[in-house]
């Protein structure tokens, strides 16, 4: 066991402590639900570094964008500011592409470990979340941390940190409800999600799963935001082919 398997990060405030016997509390913030810490092996994140110091600059790919036309809203205002402030995301990785090092994470979650650890105090029902929840690649993760990241200094976007608990019909709690960030426009508040893919991936057929996970969180925020439409919206990205898209979208993208 190395030295880096025994600790917990804090989604809350970034937070990385040692594990306690029976405690997810973090110590610097009270957070009471803290993820057993999974290190990013070094090798991995230098390979991604490495890649975008020296690879050609991103590009905004219209195709996914062009797939979803017919589900997309028509308040143009919000499309297209939707659009311009994803371009701008990923504007900040060409930018950022010297230090990298201060946006790429260095910790993820540890969903597997985590559910094992909070077995004894979690009702069952709750601790089906950890495991449903995104077993995206590691290449995933880290993208998606840098992204947070650039989230947090711009105007539309808002990362969201922690799962956002809710009751269905048969007032049931659950905790598997965890957009990666918000888009902010004109009081509305639409979930997004955000996918990676490897080389040569970033095709129709691949984006089914990711398609009906933002509807899901679409039909989610209206609980507790204001996104009457049921609105969401994805990004999506290949590293490798540097390339990335985006869509805002409606129920009518399950018809796609
Ligand atoms: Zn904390």
């Known amino acids: 066991m190395s030295k880096f398997d025994n600790q917990y990060l804090c989604p809350l405030c970034d937070h990385i402590g040692l594990l306690e016997t029976n405690s997810m509390v973090c110590e610097k913030c ?152 918000w888009f902010n426009f004109d009081g509305k508040q639409i979930p997004i999600e955000f996918k990676t893919f490897g080389k040569q991936n970033m095709v129709k057929s691949k984006f089914k799963k990711g398609i009906k996970q933002s509807r899901h969180y679409g039909h989610l925020s209206t609980f507790n935001g204001n996104n009457p439409e049921k609105l969401s919206g994805m990004i999506v990205c290949c590293p490798d082919d540097r390339k990335f898209s985006c869509a805002i979208i409606d129920d009518r993208a399950k018809r796609l």
């Open 30 to 181: 009270g957070f009471e639900d803290c993820f057993v810490a999974k290190h990013i092996n070094e090798g991995t994140r230098k390979y991604w570094m490495k890649k975008e110091e020296s690879l050609t600059n991103w590009r905004y790919d219209k195709k996914f964008t062009n797939q979803m036309k017919n589900a997309t809203p028509g308040d143009a205002q919000l499309v297209k500011c939707f659009i311009k402030s994803v371009k701008e995301l990923f504007g900040l990785f060409v930018e950022n592409k010297n230090n990298l090092d201060d946006y790429f994470p260095k910790y993820v979650r540890d969903y597997k470990r985590t559910t094992g650890r909070r077995e004894t105090g979690w009702k069952e029902k709750g601790s089906k979340f950890v495991l449903k929840q995104k077993q995206s690649s590691l290449r995933g993760v880290i993208y998606e941390g840098a992204i947070s990241k650039f989230c947090e200094s711009h105007d539309f976007f808002e990362p969201i940190r922690v799962p956002i608990p809710y009751y269905d019909k048969e007032k049931d709690l659950h905790t598997d409800y965890e957009p990666d960030f």
